[in-house]
């Protein structure tokens, strides 16, 4: 497996007044080139401590990591070059339009002249902002602000995209416009890593997750797997609806193997098992001649593992 970022031990402590914190504090982390990572966590979690020591925007003072390939302390330029950063509360100058504002990014990032126009247009055109491109940036809306620190972060046409919550402040219109951004750039090949304190903003589109307090990684993994092992330890949800009388068949329900529970409401069973048990109810329903109209799995959301993890935390979930 090839790896856009990978991440030893690594720490971050800032002194300040006499104290320490430990904003980043020995974290392990691997995020797969070709992903989508969402990086979630509170505010003050160390999401973007995190995401300036990858970007060589602040020294760690503890363990490694490598973003590309490059070892992120030793060649912090050559990834500044080949990752597109959104950082938090990007700068524009407000009294430049849109085209002049990335064109100044670009002069920064010493991208060739004769390439810019070209490049400028596309950033733009990516982010749906071709039509506004002379707009001053004072005159845009929070929402095309977002939208502009993206469509710089692109100009380069990185291999890796790392966005320090690309949707905060975002009306949901907005957020949803971001997201099917991010599953564009990510179909074009782009490795993704977004942060955010808001799940449901960007959790529908990541492949993975890790949730971030304190410094430290509370939980990681694929959403697929981590929903699975939800399901394994709350039990696999199975509704069943059929037509007819049911009596001995709700009843002969129970004895499969691996059910927990069954409980009837009306025409509609609904089975809480060990495993998935849909092809044993299958053969079940012949055997008794029902006739099942629905039999679906209910699949838990990455809602339902985020309250499951904060209740267990004894943490708030907003
Ligand atoms: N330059 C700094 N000096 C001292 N402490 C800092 C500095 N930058 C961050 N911190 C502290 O490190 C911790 C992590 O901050 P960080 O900004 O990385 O969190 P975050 O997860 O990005 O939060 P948010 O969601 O609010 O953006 C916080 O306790 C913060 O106060
Ligand atoms: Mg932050």
């Known amino acids: 497996?090839?790896?856009?970022?990978?991440?030893?031990?690594?720490?971050?402590?800032?002194?300040?007044?006499?104290?320490?914190?430990?904003?980043?504090?020995?974290?392990?982390?691997?995020?797969?080139?070709?992903?989508?990572?969402?990086?979630?966590?509170?505010n003050g979690a160390g999401k973007t401590t995190l995401i300036m020591m990858l970007t060589g925007l602040t020294l760690p003072t503890g363990g490694s990591g490598k973003v590309l390939g490059h070892d992120i302390v030793k060649e912090s330029l050559q990834i500044r070059r080949k990752v597109g950063l959104l950082p938090?509360?990007?700068?524009?100058?407000?009294?430049?339009?849109?085209?002049?504002?990335?064109?100044?990014?670009?002069?920064?990032?010493?991208?060739?002249?004769?390439e810019r126009k070209k490049r400028i247009e596309d950033a733009l055109a990516s982010v749906g902002l071709l039509d506004v491109r002379d707009r001053k940036f004072g005159g845009y809306s929070r929402g095309m602000r977002q939208k502009l620190g993206i469509a710089?972060?692109?100009?380069?046409?990185?291999?890796?995209l790392i966005f320090d919550e690309p949707t905060a402040g975002i009306d949901p219109e907005g957020a949803r416009a971001i997201r099917e951004l991010v599953l564009k750039l990510n179909r074009e090949g782009k490795t993704i890593m977004l942060s955010t304190h808001l799940l449901f903003e960007v959790g529908p589109v990541c492949?993975?997750?890790?949730?971030?307090?304190?410094g430290r990684l509370m939980l990681q993994g694929k959403v697929r797997e981590l929903l699975e092992k939800l399901m394994a330890e709350e039990g696999y949800k199975i509704k069943i609806e059929f037509s007819g009388e049911v009596g001995a068949f709700a009843e002969a329900l129970s004895s499969i193997s691996g059910v927990k529970s069954v409980r009837l409401e009306g025409k509609t069973a609904h089975v809480v098992a060990e495993k998935d048990v849909r092809a044993e109810i299958g053969k079940l329903s012949t055997k008794y001649s029902i006739q099942i109209l629905t039999l679906e799995l209910q699949q838990p959301s990455l809602?339902?593992?985020?309250?499951?993890?904060?209740?267990?935390?004894?943490?708030?979930?907003?």
Do not use: C, W
């Open 303 to 318: 809602e339902d593992l985020f309250i499951k993890y904060y209740r267990r935390e004894g943490l708030s979930y907003a």
């Open 88 to 114: 938090e509360g990007f700068g524009f100058y407000d009294h430049l339009t849109a085209e002049e504002n990335l064109n100044y990014v670009a002069a920064l990032n010493d991208i060739p002249k004769d």
């Open 207 to 214: 492949d993975s997750i890790a949730i971030m307090n304190f």
């Open 1 to 42: 497996m090839e790896y856009a970022i990978e991440v030893f031990n690594l720490t971050k402590v800032y002194r300040s007044e006499g104290k320490e914190i430990r904003a980043v504090d020995n974290l392990n982390l691997k995020v797969e080139k070709g992903s989508i990572f969402g990086l979630l966590g509170p």
């Open 152 to 160: 710089q972060a692109l100009l380069k046409n990185p291999e890796l």
